[in-house]
């Protein structure tokens, strides 16, 4: 297996898991927030992709999918670059009203597919390259990036899936 593979795989894992957490879920549903500080499971699937889009669409030079392709107005939301969910407050957390739970899904498989197109047109040389932010040191290389939008993904798609559980109890994973 080529390394790309790997990531491939890794970032299917997200959509696999929050394919199994969206399923079936009502508007409501998606803004419940277990407590008044928390994430709701329509903030988290947003925040997770808007990551992923973000941060794969600096490192191809390209414009996020959330403008280019227009999912901000899907989601009622503006064209701002630059709002991925980072430095949320619980009241702008609580007053995010996602649409409904297929675009969720379909927004992130629009950034997984990019995701994946671009994986196998990275060289090892390209993966080492390092990112110009000395506010990380030492500096992030195009390596490090992917991994760590892959940890952030699956973090968050976990704590969707735990959000999904307080909403309705054990049992609700359809395996």
Known sequence: MEWHQMLSDGYG?????L????????QED???QPRPD????????????????DHIA???????????????????????SKDVGFGHTPDQVAAFRPPDAATLLA?????LARSRAFFPTLSRKDLDRELNEPWFQPLPTVGVRLISVLADNLE??????YVRGVLQGKGWQPF
């Open 13 to 17: 894992r997200i959509e696999e898991i």
């Open 19 to 26: 394919g199994r957490v969206l399923n079936g879920l009502s």
């Open 30 to 32: 998606l803004r419940f």
């Open 38 to 53: 928390g994430n709701s499971i329509g903030w988290l699937a947003w925040h997770l992709t808007r990551v992923q889009d």
């Open 58 to 80: 600096d490192l191809m030079r390209e414009a996020q999918l959330w403008i280019k392709d227009g999912w901000h107005k899907k989601f009622h939301r503006p064209a701002d």
């Open 107 to 111: 927004y992130h498989r629009a950034a």
């Open 156 to 161: 968050h798609a976990g704590q969707a899936a």
